[in-house]
């Protein structure tokens, strides 16, 4: 059973009410996973014995601290998914582990981005995920940035600009019939391809689509500046996830569009002459190398 309230539901509570005015048991009886007897039995102790709901819910042994989490970082605007949610992939951790060791490390990435980099007196919001080479988990580190992102209040996008092997539509279970490739072929626009995360509120995804013979081609389009001036008015966090950046130019072309960029690196794993050189060439490009990261 999907336990994160569906997109009606989501949608008819931001509409009438909010959902940070919705109460823990409102929110548990849409998503399913609380009853109207249930609830009742609660709301009585509740009152007889002075104690919050989700007390009241743990002691009589209708709801498990998991449920009461879940329910209050909707009243919080903080969602997240409980783990039998099947809607995205495992990968995407800060969806479901929000407080988990690796989590509040890409809350401290997060921090260190938005001083320097997402401030408000620069006005920049795009910024390029790249690597060296592939399998150093560039896809699953933008995904779970931008998800942290979304859970700041930002409204974020993920663009997924690897035109070669592109992930972000599997890690998000995704259609990916229509995405950038299209767009830049100029068979759809931004509106028309990007996918809203309903269970993650302020997140979207622009996957990929369909593979192209020519990459490089595409990315020097017209069409690729025109779509990203559209983003930047209807966001305030725009993350891109790029192709390995020492065996393709697409990802400095995609770097450079978004002014700057984060390297990352494996442990154990990436050769630093390769981290060197593609250092080198996003600041040959005009590209700021905001940071690096290390995935372990």
Same mark, same amino acid.
């Given at each position: ?79 997240? #998914?409980?783990?039998? /949610? +099947?809607?995205? !992939?495992?990968?995407? *951790? =800060? $969806? ?32 390029? #995920?790249?690597?060296? /080479? +592939?399998?150093? !988990?560039?896809?699953? *580190? =933008? $995904? ?153």
């Amino acid at each position: 059973m999907n336990i994160a309230p569906p997109e009606p539901i989501i949608a008819r509570a931001t509409q009438h009410q909010g959902l940070a005015s919705r109460s823990i048991g409102a929110i548990l009886m849409d998503a399913g996973r609380l009853s109207a007897d249930a609830a009742e039995s609660i709301i009585k102790l509740q009152k007889e014995e002075g104690l919050r709901f989700g007390d009241a819910a743990i002691r009589l042994g209708l709801l498990s601290e998991a449920d009461v989490r879940f329910a209050l970082s909707y009243q919080f605007e903080y969602p997240y #998914l409980l783990p039998d /949610d +099947k809607s995205i !992939g495992e990968e995407v *951790i =800060a $969806a479901f582990k929000p407080f988990s060791p690796m989590v509040e490390q890409l809350r401290a990435l997060r921090s260190q981005l938005m001083l320097r980099w997402f401030d408000d007196m620069s006005g920049k919001k795009m910024l390029a #995920l790249t690597s060296a /080479d +592939k399998n150093e !988990g560039r896809s699953y *580190i =933008a $995904a779970n940035l931008a998800v942290v992102f979304s859970q700041l209040g930002e409204r974020t996008l993920l663009i997924d600009a690897d035109l070669r092997n592109p992930r972000q539509h599997e890690i998000f279970k995704l259609g990916n019939r229509d995405g950038l490739s299209g767009i830049l072929a100029g068979r759809s626009n931004l509106d028309e391809a990007l996918i809203r995360i309903p269970n993650l509120l302020g997140l979207s995804v622009l996957p990929a689509g369909a593979v192209p013979p020519n990459p490089q081609e595409l990315l020097n389009r017209p069409q690729f500046t025109n779509m990203l001036e559209a983003a930047q008015r209807q966001f305030d966090v725009i993350l891109f996830d790029t192709t390995a950046g020492a065996e393709y130019a697409d990802a400095q072309m995609v770097a450079a569009r978004a002014g700057g960029a984060v390297v990352l690196s494996r442990k154990n794993f990436t050769r630093a002459s390769r981290l060197r050189d593609l250092t080198s060439a996003l600041q040959h490009s005009g590209t700021v190398v905001v940071g690096s990261v290390l995935n372990g």
